[in-house]
């Protein structure tokens, strides 16, 4: 009877459950390449079953909501499925502890199981120390299939001579319009302009010893937010695209605005149906962001945008979609009012905005996520 509940031809991988809009996309893309390309539909996606996003597919997490019992779930499911893939994000950067379920399933591969094992989507590094980086690159060169979403990692990938041809693709939230389709913008009766927000702790979260690159890259957003805010009729909305409670964006939303003071605005708090998340932002006339799938879903939804490259993943992602130059804020390094300027340009006439040349280039690629490998 348990054998029922524990199948499943596909286990999904990732940073699941964690309330993460950006994660929770990879979970709508994953659920439906997997059944639109793959034909598969039995898949468990490796969270608690509270954790998961509300989807366009009904999809299943691990079987029993016992705490204190997923290291031992895990160890019953690999047996009992076809393919373990890691889905999404930056999954490949650290060294696999003894218990991460891709380390038992490599060695259940080595002991001759039939499990296929793979990553779609997904980052390689950067890495920390020399550990993580040798435990990822012999992860590597025990699976069976890689699609990366970024040059860099490709480019790593391919440095290693691994047993397979690694994919050089794209983020799986490149595919959402296919899933949700492009919104129409609402037509304003005044001249309120719609600005959306979103702010990210990162050094105060992973790297304390560089807090001060978090101070300057927030005291810059908040001092655009002053000039936007004095200069035009603006109703800023500010996204929580991570609500987990420790390491989400709620507090850094909270002190941003009482440090802007904005005319008006509201929180748009993080929202478990993706797709809710998806119309907000698309409903927006200019997005400010620096959660990378903030930016994601504005560029994907055919929304102007600009977005804070806090980590290398940004610029990457910028550099894929051969993002206007003009138009970046890389790392702090600009002039707020500037930046405001050009902003209220694009606000007052959306021809303004130079939009990424290579976002049907980028689509395509994404779709080589599912395409590109063999299942």
């Known amino acids: ?210 807090i001060e690159n978090e101070h300057k890259r927030n005291a810059k957003v908040i001092n655009l937010l002053k000039v936007l805010d004095k200069k035009e009729d603006i109703h800023f909305k500010f996204f929580i695209i991570n609500g987990h409670p420790t390491v989400g964006d709620l507090r850094l939303t909270q002190e941003t605005i009482e440090r802007v003071a904005p005319n008006s605005y509201e929180i748009i708090n993080y929202n478990k149906e993706t797709r809710a998340t998806w119309n907000e932002i698309s409903s927006c006339d200019f997005v400010i962001s620096t959660r990378l799938h903030a930016a994601i879903f504005a560029c994907f939804s055919n929304t102007p945008f600009m977005l804070n490259e806090y980590h290398r993943k940004c610029g990457d992602f910028l550099d894929d979609i051969h993002y206007d130059k003009s138009l970046r804020l890389f790392d702090s390094e600009y002039n707020p009012v500037e930046k405001a300027n050009s902003i209220i340009d694009i606000l007052n006439d959306q021809s303004n905005y130079i939009y990424p040349t290579k976002l049907d280039e980028m689509k395509n690629k994404s779709e080589l996520n599912f395409t590109g490998v063999i299942i």
Not at 118 to 130: E, K, L, Q
Not at 159 to 174: G, I, M, R, T
Not at 186 to 198: A, P
């Open 1 to 210: 009877m348990y054998k029922n509940i524990f199948k499943s031809e596909i286990l999904f991988t990732g940073y699941y459950g964690q309330l993460n809009t950006g994660d929770d996309a990879f979970l709508e893309v994953a659920s439906w390449g997997a059944k639109k390309y793959w034909n598969k539909s039995n898949s468990i996606y490796l969270s608690r079953k509270k954790g998961l996003p509300i989807l366009c597919r009904d999809i299943r997490g691990y079987p029993l909501s016992i705490p204190k019992t997923y290291h031992l779930q895990d160890k019953i499911l690999l047996p009992l499925t076809d393919y373990l893939i890691s889905a999404g994000g930056s999954t490949m950067n650290k060294e696999l502890q003894a218990s991460n379920i891709k380390r038992l399933a490599m060695e259940h591969k080595k002991k001759h199981s039939k499990i296929k094992i793979g990553g779609i989507g997904v980052s390689i590094g950067p890495f920390r120390t020399t550990k993580d980086e040798e435990s990822t690159i012999d992860y590597l060169k025990n699976i069976d299939f890689l699609a990366v979403r970024d040059q860099a990692s490709f480019d790593f990938a391919m440095s290693l001579d691994l047993p397979y041809e690694p994919v050089n693709a794209f983020d799986l939230a490149a595919l959402l319009p296919e899933i949700y389709g492009i919104q129409k913008k609402d037509i304003l009766l005044n001249n309120t302009k719609v600005v959306g927000i979103s702010v990210c702790p990162f050094e105060s979260i992973v790297d304390k010893n560089n």
